[in-house]
């Protein structure tokens, strides 16, 4: 299905949401309409059990329903499938062990096959985007939520392996979306539970987190998503997603990122439990974060949709300068998506 049109030019175009189910309910419908998000994330809970019979097929369908209620606005279809203990399918893509693992095993062409071939089996199912490659680099043993998720401790070979991951999914015809800026390798909590900090001098930042990041600005990566995580000597208030200094100044400016800016899960306690949302959505937008997302509650992305709401109101010169930078970063990814599709036929 192509994905040419116009996005949805309300205030839930900063929006992407979940859903609860492997078909869409009429309660479903209504919220897709309501809300008019501009990606949707699939999870395993949208997903069949690989020994029911048609579970592919029910998961494309299920991804013409949610492109169907959102017609004639576009919508990005998104997904983590990282491998190793990041997999939502289990089920007609390729079986991948950790990146750590594959980087040692495939080194940069193995990596790239292994790109290749999973972006052929998202394209094929109409998923648009996956939320991989990590560029976080190995650095900490103790790190509870990356670990073998990078694919290594090495800043620059970090960079090379996840780069070429990157780039055997763009050829097979996904976009890939690299996370968690600017590095999520150096920390002992999970931002899913707390609100991790990184607590390193701005040189070891440089060398370690922040250069494979900057290595693929530079080589052209097409979408990042943010880490809910402190770096005090960058921004001692407000971690990456919230913060104008590393998001915008750093990362724009500095770095010269262009591309689509997509936030980690505003459900998760790195956030949730440190800030009010209204403070939380203000900020994102003003770090220059285009996609805000709002996983697995309802409640929670509705809440959200009422924030961008009052600001489009209350701030409504600024919000409409941001809202068409969003929406000219999301026509951007729908032409490299399109374009990607016509390369992996």
């Known amino acids: 299905m192509s994905l040419r049109g116009a996005f949805d030019d309300g205030p ?43 579970s592919l097929q029910r998961l494309r369908s299920l991804i013409r329903e949610i492109r169907g209620v959102l017609a004639p606005a576009p919508v990005i279809l998104a997904i983590d499938q990282e491998g190793g203990r990041v997999a939502r399918l289990h089920e007609g893509v390729p079986s991948l062990p950790p990146m750590r693992d594959l980087s040692r095993t495939g080194g940069v062409p193995g990596l790239f096959k292994a790109g290749y071939e999973l972006g052929r089996a998202l394209a ?8 991989a490659p990590v560029f976080d680099v190995d650095s900490n043993p103790d790190n509870p939520v990356i670990g073998d998720r990078s694919f290594s401790s090495d800043p620059e070979m970090a960079f090379c392996y996840a780069m070429s991951f990157s780039q055997g999914l763009s050829l097979g015809g996904v976009i890939p979306c690299g996370k968690h800026f600017p590095g999520h390798g150096d920390t002992h909590l999970d931002s899913h539970f707390a609100l991790p900090v990184v607590s390193a001098p701005m ?11 900057s290595r693929a600005i530079s080589w052209g990566i097409p979408a990042l998503m943010t880490a809910h995580v402190l770096y005090p000597e960058i921004d001692p208030d ?3 997603t919230l913060s104008v200094e590393i998001s915008e100044t750093l990362l724009r400016k500095r770095l010269g990122f262009k591309g689509l800016l997509l936030s980690d899960d505003f459900r998760m306690a790195g956030l949730r439990d440190h800030f009010p949302l209204n403070v939380s959505v203000e900020r994102s937008l003003l770090a220059t974060c285009d996609g805000l997302l709002g996983m697995k509650s309802e409640d929670l992305a509705r809440q959200m949709m009422e924030q961008l709401e009052i600001l489009s109101v209350e701030k409504k010169v600024w919000f409409e300068k941001r809202k068409a930078e969003a929406a000219n970063r999301l026509n951007q990814i729908l032409s490299m998506r399109e374009a990607s599709k016509s390369w992996s036929l």
């Open 12 to 54: 839930g175009v900063f929006l992407w949401v979940s859903l609860p189910g492997l078909d869409l309910s009429a309660a479903d419908r209504i919220f897709l309409e309501d809300l008019r998000p501009s990606g949707v994330v699939l999870f395993s809970e949208n997903i069949d059990s690989p020994s029911s019979p048609n």
């Open 124 to 131: 094929s199912l109409d998923i648009d985007m996956d939320f």
């Open 238 to 240: 407000w971690p990456a």
């Open 203 to 213: 040189d070891v930042l440089e060398k370690r987190e922040i250069h494979p990041f």
